[in-house]
């Protein structure tokens, strides 16, 4: 009876993995006009030399640098069979492959044999904007970038975003904006990649349909984990951009535990007081004028994309413009911090939400 159970259970599991890669297979058919090409595996391991260099890992696999017969260097992400049942896998291929944007990451192919699955990108010589964001970061082997580049690489983010949102035909949101998820190419021009959270919905539809919570502590808006606040929406992805960039300009992570002042543990509340009082703000040594000025128009741009109402939140073309435009032009949001962010552990957990990681998914 016990060895009939075991049959049983070895068969439900084998029908169950069969119908998922089905399913992935008639999904890649769907996509039949893919720009991106089809590998075998075999030319996986040739391309990445038996995975012989990784670059990093991310929530739903490894990456590995690699070089194409023609000689271009690719990252290769080696998705985890363990992980859901191909979400991830047919999240980036339908996403990625909908879009063409210089500040959106290139899929240059894709690998399906099974459970073995693996997606092939543009490879990004500087990496992610993780290693330049933070001071303490014991992976940052360069200087910290000057604050006109980061103003440049936080547009570039904006525009990016904003492609996603309204430049396509099925707009996308992307659910997991965060330094880790930014690749700078030779140039420091910003793409955003890792498209395994995201959403496609018509471009009508305001507000999205969501049974799990997702993202990275620290980044979710706080309608992805509860509706109390509302539906998820584009301005969901404002929300993590604004958080974002709030790090870029501070040099630290938003949630700072350890801190000898508890003023300080939420650098969100504790910028906000200093500008509401109108400090000076000398977060970097050796500031010029000009440069904390555009750090004060980073905060505040950062503060409006953080408001706890998304409708209170700019969209990312109000962004760009604010950006772009004089600090002069900009006033004081209102206090933010009315949603003070959880500790993990109060946080719901579904393998959808993780805590920030500190390496970088390509």
Not at 37 to 57: A, I, N, P
């Amino acid at each position: 009876m016990t060895c009939c159970l075991r049959c049983m259970k070895s068969i439900k599991s084998w029908t169950k993995k069969t119908k998922n890669d089905q399913d992935l297979e008639a999904f890649i058919r769907s996509y039949g006009h893919l720009a991106a090409k089809r590998y075998r595996f075999l030319d996986v391991k040739k391309m990445t030399k038996s995975f012989k260099e990784k670059l990093g890992q991310g929530g739903f696999g490894e990456v590995f640098r690699g070089k194409l017969i023609d000689g271009r260097l690719v990252a290769v992400k080696i998705l985890n069979a363990s992980k859901g049942n191909g979400e991830e896998f047919m999240n980036e291929v339908a996403s990625i492959s909908r879009t063409s944007h210089v500040n959106i990451v290139t899929l240059l192919g894709f690998c399906l044999e099974g459970r073995r699955r693996a997606l092939i990108y543009e490879f990004m010589p500087n990496g992610s904007l993780e290693k330049y964001t933070y001071k303490d970061n014991p992976l940052q082997t360069t200087p910290h970038l000057k604050r006109e580049k980061l103003l440049q690489i936080s547009i570039g983010i904006a525009r990016g975003l904003e492609y996603l949102h309204r430049g396509c035909n099925t707009k996308i949101l992307h659910l997991d904006i965060k330094p880790h998820n930014i690749l700078l190419d030779e140039d420091f021009c910003p793409k955003i990649a890792d498209f395994g959270l995201a959403k496609l919905c018509p471009r009508k539809d305001s507000i999205i349909s969501m049974a799990d919570a997702r993202g990275t502590i620290g980044y979710v808006a706080p309608e992805v984990f509860s509706r109390n606040f509302g539906g998820v929406s584009s301005k969901s992805d404002v929300y993590s951009y604004g958080m974002m960039i709030l790090e870029m300009v501070g040099g630290r992570k938003n949630v700072k535990v350890g801190v000898s002042h508890t003023s300080e543990i939420y650098f969100p509340d504790w910028i906000y007081k200093h500008l509401e009082l109108g400090s000076t703000l000398q977060m970097w040594e050796d500031m010029t004028s000009e440069e904390n000025k555009m750090a004060r128009k980073m905060i505040m741009v950062g503060l409006w994309c953080i408001q706890t109402k998304s409708s209170d939140r700019p969209s990312m073309s109000r962004v760009i413009e604010m950006l772009e435009g004089s600090l002069e032009a900009l006033h004081l949001p209102p206090n933010p911090c009315m949603f003070s962010p959880r500790s993990p552990e109060k946080l719901p957990s579904n393998g959808l939400l993780e805590e920030s990681s500190t390496t970088s998914v390509l």
